[in-house]
């Protein structure tokens, strides 16, 4: 289906307010076509900037974007240096653009791992764009879910410790405001690329009731119209939360 045609079927009142990407596949995208592995992380920038655009156009509010995993810290030495290079030089490039478009950047995740600066160039940006209200695109870098969840209960265990808070006071809302993502809502929708069918440490906590959207399409890959398709996925869904179908269906 052509672009226009599917954003047709998209319904413009219920656009999820946020949107998170697993961006798998830029390695498998390269070697397809005999590139060494990093030119489809240079590729798979092209498609962040464009989905980043799109997903602000159709009003979706936050875009976390899985950018690197704590995880990926073990793979080559010269790939990894290459990702935080590419890191660097793409938000440098991209800044004005966030900046015409209303942007805000924000991180979740161990930024002190990063290089230097990567960081301080990461930190110029989030600083720069910080009063951009069309959306956030929020990166996770040298980020998990279980790495946030220990960091979020060491928070809750220092409370105990101090006499603040009483164990059997704990409930989610403790935990909430303890990870790095305190100050988004959860995800409505999860999209994960190049077919893999795993969450691989993202956000462990806050998809408890996301939607998830699977495609095979490789992140270099994917287009403003894959996008589409997965919103026209999310709004073919019936969101349940534990009711029952009639439960949701019925207007009280
Ligand atoms: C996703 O693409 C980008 C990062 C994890 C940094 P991959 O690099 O994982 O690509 P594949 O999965 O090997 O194809
Ligand atoms: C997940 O992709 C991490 C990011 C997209 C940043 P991976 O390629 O690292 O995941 P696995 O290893 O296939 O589970
Ligand atoms: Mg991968």
């Known amino acids: 289906m052509a672009q226009k045609e599917l954003l047709s079927h998209i319904d413009t009142q219920r656009i999820p307010k946020h949107v998170a990407i697993i961006m798998d596949g830029n390695g498998r995208w390269a070697k397809k076509q005999g590139f060494l592995r990093i030119f489809g992380h240079r590729q798979g920038v092209d498609t962040v900037r464009n989905v980043v655009e799109t997903a602000a156009e159709l009003g979706v509010k936050y875009l976390t974007l899985y950018a690197f995993s704590t995880e990926n810290w073990n793979r080559p030495r010269t790939e990894v240096n290459a990702l935080m290079q590419l890191l660097v030089d793409s938000i440098k490039k991209e800044t004005p653009r966030l900046m015409q478009n209303g942007i805000r950047m924000e991180t979740i995740g161990n930024m002190e791992q990063l290089p230097a600066g990567c960081n301080q160039t990461l930190r110029e940006t989030v600083e720069a764009t910080k009063d951009n ?6 990166l996770a870098l040298s980020y998990s879910g279980r790495w946030d969840i220990i960091e979020a209960v060491r928070k809750i265990a220092a409370r105990v410790q101090s006499g603040n808070l009483e164990p059997e006071n704990i409930g989610e809302e403790d935990l909430n405001a303890a990870l790095n993502t305190a100050k988004y809502p959860n995800p409505d929708l999860l999209i994960r690329t190049s077919g893999e069918q795993r969450i691989s440490n993202f956000l462990l906590w806050e998809i408890a009731y996301s939607e998830i959207h ?15 398709k997965a919103i026209i996925d999310y709004q073919s869904r019936e969101r349940r939360f534990g009711k029952t179908g009639e439960q949701i269906r019925q207007v009280i």
């Open 133 to 138: 209200d069309r959306m956030t695109l929020i």
């Open 214 to 228: 699977f495609t095979q399409v490789l992140w270099p890959d994917f287009s403003t119209e894959d996008f589409y």
